[in-house]
């Protein structure tokens, strides 16, 4: 068993990130789902069609006016990004995850809030997290983990099967992180947006 000092693989904190959370609502989804639901399954790494997703969500405070969000938030349980981000995204393998559009609103239901946005749906899973290997992990629900907020760098260990495949995926059973390729990290690196990505490296664990 060796590490790898050559190719990396990112996670993103961004889920475990409680700035990253907005305070936006949506009616109820055509599917009957819940919010919370979405959100569960969108981080399980499930494909989901459009109509899993709100079309439109609307700010939840009326004494709050919402400006121009973040390049990615979570909101009314959706992963949002910004028009920008979505570029970048969309440059490279994304598989099955898709980018739905979505448009948020203020309170009054009727001015928009500034900017263009879309709902991303996570849809690649990659069977690669190193359980065994991975340091300050935390048991998270039934059969799950997770890793600790103030994530630091190479204590996700995975294996070179990580490089394979698309650019963007999770692995269950780790919940609330998400993995990214090299070449799209420094992309979105590139285009600003490590902040709200709050991207880690990932220790690449080798066996022989």
Same mark, same amino acid.
């Given at each position: 068993?060796?590490?790898?000092?050559?190719?990396?693989?990112?996670?993103?904190?961004?889920?475990?990130?409680?700035?990253?959370?907005?305070?936006?609502?949506?009616?109820?989804?055509?599917?009957?789902?819940?919010?919370?639901? +979405?959100? /569960?399954?969108?981080?399980? *790494?499930? !494909? @989901?069609?459009?109509?899993?997703?709100?079309? %439109?969500?609307?700010?939840?405070?009326?004494?709050?006016?919402?400006?121009?969000?973040?390049d990615l938030v979570v909101?009314?349980?959706?992963?949002?990004?910004?028009?920008?981000?979505?570029?970048?995204?969309?440059?490279?393998?994304?598989?099955?995850?898709?980018?739905?559009?979505?448009?948020?609103?203020?309170?009054?239901?009727?001015?928009?809030?500034?900017?263009?946005?879309?709902?991303?749906?996570?849809?690649?899973?990659?069977?690669?997290?190193?359980?065994?290997?991975?340091?300050? +992990?935390? /048991?998270?629900?039934?059969? *799950?983990? !997770? @890793?600790?907020?103030?994530?630091?760098?190479? %204590?996700?260990?995975?294996?070179?099967?990580?490089?394979?495949?698309?650019?963007?995926?999770?692995?269950?059973?780790?919940?609330?992180?998400?993995?990214?390729?090299?070449?799209?990290?420094?992309?979105?690196?590139?285009?600003?947006?490590?902040?709200?990505f709050g991207f880690r490296t990932c220790r690449m664990?080798?066996?022989?």
């Open positions: 068993m060796t590490q790898s000092k050559t190719a990396r693989i990112w996670a993103s904190r961004a889920f475990m990130d409680s700035s990253r959370i907005k305070g936006f609502t949506a009616d109820p989804l055509p599917t009957g789902m819940n919010l919370g639901q +979405v959100a /569960e399954l969108n981080q399980a *790494g499930e !494909r @989901m069609s459009a109509e899993h997703f709100p079309k %439109e969500i609307f700010a939840e405070y009326p004494d709050k006016k919402e400006m121009k969000q973040a909101a009314a349980g959706a992963v949002v990004v910004s028009a920008a981000c979505a570029d970048v995204l969309q440059q490279f393998d994304l598989g099955h995850s898709s980018l739905y559009p979505i448009k948020l609103f203020q309170h009054d239901r009727k001015t928009p809030v500034e900017g263009e946005y879309f709902c991303l749906n996570i849809g690649e899973r990659k069977d690669t997290f190193l359980r065994e290997h991975s340091q300050r +992990v935390l /048991e998270y629900g039934v059969g *799950g983990f !997770r @890793m600790r907020s103030n994530l630091l760098d190479d %204590e996700v260990a995975v294996s070179p099967a990580s490089l394979e495949g698309p650019d963007l995926w999770v692995s269950p059973p780790l919940k609330r992180i998400f993995f990214l390729s090299d070449r799209l990290t420094q992309a979105l690196r590139a285009a600003i947006m490590s902040r709200v664990v080798k066996f022989h």
